[in-house]
């Protein structure tokens, strides 16, 4: 008999480089050592402490692959967010930041599980979801995946440019936007807040019984997971990650 | 007071201070309603720099709450009526 014990405990990761993703995203290229690998969809957490001992703490989902070289967290921009405006505007390479991980073992799907796979995202909540599209090319799966993607304007697409490329030359991957604010002239796409017909549209049937995951702010994902389920999908196979009130 | 409502998951940090197993995939049943499902897929609500508060998404009766003040962690269980963890060596 044996429970797999393990500690969490936190560690000292390295800046390798921050990357601007949107006016509002970057993403922090990070070196953990002794990092033990993640599955795909888990979640770090960063520790910030002043120098009067202040401490606080803030979750952020990892954007990479576990086949990947470098851990990659996304971190959006908040006007209020006392640790999120350090990592967007005053973090640099070279710098040391506290880190523990990897977290959370449920919303995680490593491509042995299968599908097929409908992601659901909006803003930042792509993080872990990116690091699924991407595990699922470096593993080599064919599982069909689909990726609804909520954005407030074309320029604020995260990853918009990888998106592209790795469904051109993937047929078994299709990725499919929709511009909640603001939408480029000849926009062709969805232009509306994800609802429950564009998930009936995009995702699935519930027939196929496809793996969902939904991530992103906290009343995003309460409406998206509510209409999959009145859609007929089996709520043990629709996860979610919250990410609070504002996203991120 | 800056409360939070996430998933079950988001508390796998904190659970990871006191529990050394993975608490999010371990299986629960509510002592108030019975609903028997994941940690992970149960509601979390964390309030900054006092504690975390794990209810159930059925009937709201809190499941798990951890509080860490002034050098101790304080843990209670009451609201669920087993915890149920894979025995990785099956």
Redesign the interface.
Known sequence: ????????LWGLAEVIEVVPETPRTKSLLLEVPEWEGHEAGQ?G?VRLTAQDGYQ?QR?YSIASAPEDERLMLAVDRLDDGEVSIYLTDVLMTGDKLEL??P?????AWEEGEGGPLFLVGAGSGIAPLMAMIRHRGAAGSDVPTRLLYSSRSYEEIIFREELETLASRDGALEVIHTLTRSRPEGWSGYDRRIDAEMLGEVGWSPEESPLVFVCGP?SFVEGAADALVRLGHDPARV???????TGG | MDELRLDGNAAAGTLGEVFSFEVTTAHYACENCGRADRIGAAMVYEVRDLGTIVRCPSCDNALIRLAHNRGRYWIDLRGIRYLQVEDVAE
């Open positions: 008999m044996a429970v797999q014990l393990r500690r969490i979640h957490d606080t979750s523990r991980g977290i959370g073992g449920y919303f906290t996860k979610t990650e919250r990410f609070g009130p």
